[in-house]
């Protein structure tokens, strides 16, 4: 006879993976934001035309830093950052980076509402890890989803025609909204930020990218000190022989 599927239920009538995945999410939903944009722009007939859109962003520290993705706030006039009480604050662009696709924002809310990310560290991560991402898809606000890392150093063009490197692919369901929003281990640390999926109809199917930790802590604190992000360059052009 096989084994028992009910065998590992505990006195909570939960599976131990169960109690993992609750564990996670009690501890770091509350360090998840909800970012609300207002953009302005043209329509056909010349006509100022206000445009919505959102995305999601992680909790830095209790002065208020919050981290998101830049194409989340990129072109934005007004921005907002929802918490888990339900409390908005309007947010100001404290730094940019489009190249790796990572801004700060500054919030004026009470430390007691801010719950920081714990953070984690992305060398040592293992395809197969079993991962969890929290965000806002379709507005859906602290939504969690369970998947693994597929691969690990992947590349994919940025906006700004850069390559964005050492990128953490994944197959837990991310959407439109969860772009900035944090990508835990099952200890509930920051192991990296959901930026991208791959899609023909901008819906998930079950391949996205986030960027690391390791990228974050080396851009973040330029950002805040200076509001940029210096990229080496090697100074070389490349040279096409005419025929």
């Known amino acids: 006879p096989g084994a028992d599927p009910l065998a590992e239920l ?6 131990p993976e169960e109690r993992v995945n609750i564990l996670v999410y009690d501890k770091c939903n509350r360090s998840v934001v909800h970012i609300s944009t207002t953009s302005v722009a043209m329509d056909s007939f010349l006509q100022v035309q206000k445009r919505q859109g959102g995305g999601s962003g992680s909790i830095l520290n209790q002065d208020g830093l919050i981290l998101t993705n830049h194409h989340v706030i990129e072109g934005a006039r007004e921005i907002n950052v929802g918490l888990y009480n339900g409390r908005s604050y309007p947010a100001e662009v404290v730094g940019q980076d489009p190249a790796t696709d990572i801004a700060i924002l500054k919030i ?4 007691k509402e801010l719950v920081p990310v714990e953070w984690g560290d992305s060398a040592k991560l293992r395809v197969g890890q079993r991962i969890y991402a929290i965000g ?3 507005g859906l606000e602290r ?3 369970v998947g693994m890392i597929s691969c690990l150093n992947r590349q994919i063009p940025s906006r700004t025609r850069r390559t964005m490197f050492s990128l953490i692919q ?7 909204g969860n772009s900035g929003g944090p990508l835990f281990d099952t200890r509930g640390r920051l192991i990296g930020m959901n930026t991208a999926i791959m899609s023909s109809d901008g819906d998930s199917a079950g391949v996205g990218f986030a960027i690391p930790v390791s990228t974050i802590g080396r851009i973040a604190p330029q950002l805040i000190e200076h509001g940029k992000a210096v990229h080496p360059v090697i100074g070389i052009n490349r040279v096409y022989e005419n025929a």
């Open 10 to 15: 505990g006195p909570d009538g939960l599976l």
């Open 108 to 111: 004026k809310a009470s430390p």
């Open 136 to 138: 806002n898809p379709f």
């Open 143 to 145: 939504s969690m989803s």
């Open 170 to 176: 994944i197959d837990a369901s991310i959407n439109q």
